[in-house]
């Protein structure tokens, strides 16, 4: 089966399995007892936050564990906004951040926070002008993610975080969750101040994150509890997650240069293959810089599930955008915002490829299909798609 699907999630490494085992098993002991199994468990933690701070340049007293990258992006955008209310109520994000990020901000503007929604150009770039324009002396954070997830731009975040230091106090949080293991990411030459990861995108399990906390960033916990995790993320951690988070992060660093060159000449592959055996097709963000692993395009005279459906029925898993949204009805927010008109991102498919992806699997994909899209445009409604 052609899995291409690893934007949404990634299959684990058998090298993180084996590193989890003996944390599920005989070192099962809570990490904050003081007897042998918790000592175990409490050393098996700290390196793994060794390891994912090497990762992506960090210290290691930077890095936070978590639930997940949804509950990171949580705590980074929530935590230093209630923490910081006295000297603003001013959020800067754009509109094609996940919506871990984007319900966080509605919510605290149900809150009594400001929040401005940045716009982007058709291939999902921000405008660092309007940018540098929007900030204000009561802005206190501004959220821009390194990588989005349903069309693998790369945003400018560099520039981003100079021109907000440059021109105001805010501090600023970039959700990176799809940039490990696609890009060489380093924080520190970055200069954000907060930034998301999750596991699961990189072999590693689900249910377990972080989130990078610079020293002496300002942040209030939102679970409380315990005190765990510098008292950031109360709760007892789920170490045999984070361990298997430490191994894939190692893993995802040591391969990424390797990786993304290899995945970069497979995705264009899929994008040259699509455009030649099927018409009337739009590649998203095409001229814009892009992870080597994620290709978008929307097809006209297609619905997106009717696509999905039979592609599964061939034994080909992909996606139409975000999978944390697959449910809706709606078109992809992102597609929105960045001008595509709504009956052709109701066609959007995304392909998305990982470690395990070969060059068969391109094929048997690119094989099968031409003949399930010459099929759903013969029975499509004219409406659908731009038909």
């Avoid at 934007?7 to 684990?12: F, G, L, N, R, S």
């Avoid at 990762?55 to 509950?71: D, H, Y």
């Avoid at 996940?98 to 929040?115: D, I, M, N, P």
């Amino acid at each position: 089966m052609p899995y291409l699907d690893y934007a949404a999630t990634t299959p684990i490494l058998d090298e993180v399995l084996e590193a989890m085992a003996p944390y599920q098993r005989q070192l099962f002991g809570n990490p904050s007892s003081v007897y042998e199994t918790g000592r175990e468990g409490k050393k098996g933690m700290e390196e793994a936050r060794d390891l994912i701070a090497a990762a992506v340049g960090a210290q290691p007293a930077e890095i936070i564990f978590t639930g997940g990258g949804t509950e990171a992006d949580n705590l980074a955008l929530k935590g230093p906004a209630f923490k910081l209310r006295s000297q603003g109520n001013h959020i800067i994000t754009t509109a094609v951040e996940h919506h871990a990020v984007l319900h966080s901000a509605e919510w605290l503007e149900k809150q009594g926070f400001r929040v401005t929604f940045l716009g982007v150009d058709q291939n999902g770039l921000i405008d660092l002008e309007r940018l540098k324009s929007a900030l204000t002396k009561e802005t206190i954070l501004v959220s821009i993610m390194l990588v989005n997830n349903e069309v693998g731009v790369i945003e400018p975040v560099a520039e981003a975080v100079r021109i907000v230091k440059e021109n105001s106090r805010a501090l600023f949080h970039s959700d990176a969750v799809q940039a490990l293991g696609k890009l060489k990411v380093n924080l520190d030459e970055l200069g954000v101040d907060l930034a998301s990861f999750s596991a699961h995108k990189v072999g590693g399990p689900k249910g377990t994150g972080a989130l990078f906390v610079k020293r002496g960033t300002p942040i209030e916990p939102v679970l409380h509890g315990g005190g765990q995790e510098r008292d950031l993320r109360s709760g007892t951690p789920n170490v045999a997650g984070i361990v298997g988070f430490g191994v894939a992060a190692q893993i995802a660093a040591k391969e990424v240069e390797q990786e993304a060159e290899r995945l970069t000449d497979m995705r264009d592959q899929v994008q040259e293959g699509i455009k030649a055996s099927i018409e009337r097709v739009h590649v998203n963000a095409e001229d814009a810089p892009r992870i080597g692993n994620t290709l978008n395009v929307c097809i006209e005279g297609v619905e997106g599930e009717s696509l999905l459906l039979m592609l599964d029925s061939k034994e080909v898993a992909a996606s139409s955008g975000s999978a944390c949204t697959s449910g809706s009805l709606d078109p992809s927010h992102v597609l929105m915002a960045m001008g595509v008109a709504p009956e052709l991102a109701h066609g959007s498919l995304r392909v998305s490829l990982g470690r395990a992806t070969t060059s068969d699997d391109i094929d048997d994909f690119t094989e099968v299909l031409p003949a399930i899209v010459d099929k759903l445009r013969s029975i499509a409604p004219r409406s659908v798609g731009g038909r």
